[in-house]
């Protein structure tokens, strides 16, 4: 079973780098969560390095830019590693095809800038469905919209044989108050429908390669046990880190805030049951970042 902690003082002097969630953990989609960064301040301060971990669709440049949007100061945390950038890697290795169609809001636009760190990247060309070769989804078209409406062109591309390249494995996300679908909701619709999704950022090994790969350009030479993943999603980050063999702080108070009856803390037999309903172990558990 979990251990709640009060903080994370209490635990980070057993690791030397944490690799941390930002929506939800360190900001909420608007603004900057203060204990938080308080909480990432301060472990630096004691040496520790701060590897944010996003399934942001975006690129690293990207979440810095945001981050200052909503107020992370940027001594809070060392570096980042996206999602979005292990995707985008992909894509220009031609993991789906040259001729893409994009699932995605325009501002998701630099997503199609080649990478600086591939010699020679494939020409890749956003068309329309009936001309693709593959798909590639950094976010839905409307983030209110039911994922199902998706259905007349997913079937269609199934019958292509189209693979999907899912920039973002997030299901939802709460902006404020607000919830949204992410681009994991229309692959996960397209995988049920009997198409091919690839996914690269959380739960998935790709990123943990990429936020090793940064982890190691700091000079610092973590294994396994010095890091600590911390995160608000059972099925992206405390999945991830169980199958990273990562120890994990689980944040009840983000996507399963109501479920576990996070307030300033979760309730602990609400927090058993629905770590059991998913099937999820973090190590630790706490309300909120502090």
């Known amino acids: 079973m979990t251990q709640i902690i009060p903080s994370l003082s209490e635990i980070s002097d057993r690791y030397d780098a944490l690799f941390v969630d930002l929506w939800g953990c360190v900001h909420d989609g608007v603004r900057a969560l203060p204990d938080a960064v308080a909480a990432l301040q301060a472990y630096r301060r004691g040496g520790g390095a701060v590897v944010l971990v996003t399934n942001s669709p975006r690129t ?161 030479d973590v294994g396994n046990a010095g890091i600590l993943a911390i995160g608000d999603g059972v099925h992206t980050d405390i999945a991830g880190a169980m199958g990273e063999d990562l120890d994990s702080l689980f944040i009840s108070g983000g996507l399963a805030a109501r479920e576990t009856r996070t307030r300033e803390q979760p309730e602990e037999t609400a927090l058993k049951v629905y770590l059991e309903n998913e099937r999820s172990n973090p190590t630790f558990t706490i309300g909120q970042l502090r």
Request: glycine share 10%; net charge negative; aromatic share 8%.
């Open 60 to 220: 690293r440049q990207g979440v810095e830019k945001q981050l200052v949007q909503f107020g992370v100061p940027d001594d809070a945390w060392d570096t980042i590693a996206t999602s979005g950038d292990a995707a985008r890697v992909a894509m220009y290795q031609g993991a789906v095809g040259e001729k893409v169609w994009h699932i995605g809001p325009p501002a998701d636009v630099k997503f199609f800038e080649p990478p600086k760190v591939l010699e020679n990247p494939h020409a890749i060309e956003r068309v329309d469905l009936e001309a693709a070769e593959g798909i590639v989804c950094t976010g839905p078209f409307d983030v209110q919209a039911d994922p199902s409406d998706m259905r007349p062109q997913f079937l269609y591309a199934k019958q292509k044989g189209l693979k999907l390249l899912c920039a973002n494995p997030d299901i939802v996300v709460d902006r404020g108050e607000t919830r949204e679908w992410c681009a994991g909701a229309l692959a996960r619709l397209y995988t049920e429908m009997g198409g091919e999704s690839l996914y690269f950022g959380k739960p998935h090994p790709p990123i943990y390669d990429l936020a090793r790969r940064r982890l190691a350009a700091l000079g610092r």
